[in-house]
């Protein structure tokens, strides 16, 4: 039971170029969860996929950030043009709300850790 | 608005000293859910407990303990008997189902030192 994974783990950029994070949920869930992390705070969220579709995209910070899910498994995060505000370890988070044991529990994959210098 | 309060920032104490992490929320509806994840030095969330609104029993898992009190808002965690390995920054987070998300929105988190 291979739990969530990212890649890669550490991403260091320019200013200016695009990037894209990775993100493979737990096999079966169907609701797969991005957060950002800056340095020393919370977790905030950016966007949530139920299948392929994203009902909820409310915390992108900008149109620069863009996200799709595949095949209801593989996330890919973009970021254009990334800026040193940018810097943060996202988090993939996923979870099954049809799962009878800890109904819709996220479970968190390690981050990947984005330096835009 | 949804909203988590964690109003210590960091604490340290000595080995088998219990501590107790504060978290206070807020929300709208009536049906949320409650949790509390730990983030140790190698960075990855551990999830520890979920809450629902209509549960306010308190839960005992070994050394962890956890208070739920609608009345005044709060879902505090007491661990007893601190070790070392309980060092990490531990976060309390809220979610409220809306269409199916249930968006985390966390608290700021409090980093726990427990010095041998």
């Known amino acids: 039971g291979a739990g969530v994974s990212q890649s890669p783990s550490n991403k260091v950029t320019e200013k200016g170029k695009d990037v894209e994070l990775r993100c493979d949920p737990i096999s079966g869930h169907t609701a797969l969860y991005w957060y950002r992390q800056r340095l020393g705070q919370g977790l905030e969220f950016l966007i949530y996929?139920?299948?392929?579709?994203?009902?909820?995209k409310s915390g992108l910070p900008s149109d620069r950030f863009s996200a799709e899910r595949t095949g209801e498994s593989v996330s890919t995060l973009t970021i254009q043009r990334t800026q040193q505000e940018d810097s943060a370890v996202y988090l993939c988070a996923s979870s099954s709300p049809y799962l009878a044991d800890y109904t819709d529990t996220q479970y968190f994959g390690p981050g990947t850790r984005l330096t835009v210098l | 608005a949804q909203k988590v309060t964690q109003a210590q920032t960091e604490i340290s104490v000595v080995e088998k000293e219990d501590v107790t992490l504060d978290c206070v929320y807020e929300t709208r509806d009536t049906t949320y859910y409650l949790f509390w994840y730990k983030q140790p030095p190698s960075g990855e969330l551990v999830f520890l407990i979920r809450?629902?609104?209509?549960?306010?029993q308190n839960e005992i898992s070994g050394r962890y303990s956890w208070n739920f009190q609608k009345s005044t808002s709060s879902f505090n965690f007491t661990i007893t008997a601190s070790q070392v390995v309980d060092s990490a920054v531990y976060f309390c987070a809220l979610s409220e189902a809306q269409g199916g998300s249930e968006k985390l929105v966390f608290g700021k988190g409090m980093k726990l030192t427990v010095n041998p």
């Open positions: 996929f139920q299948g392929n579709s994203a009902p909820d």
């Open positions: 809450r629902n609104s209509f549960d306010e």
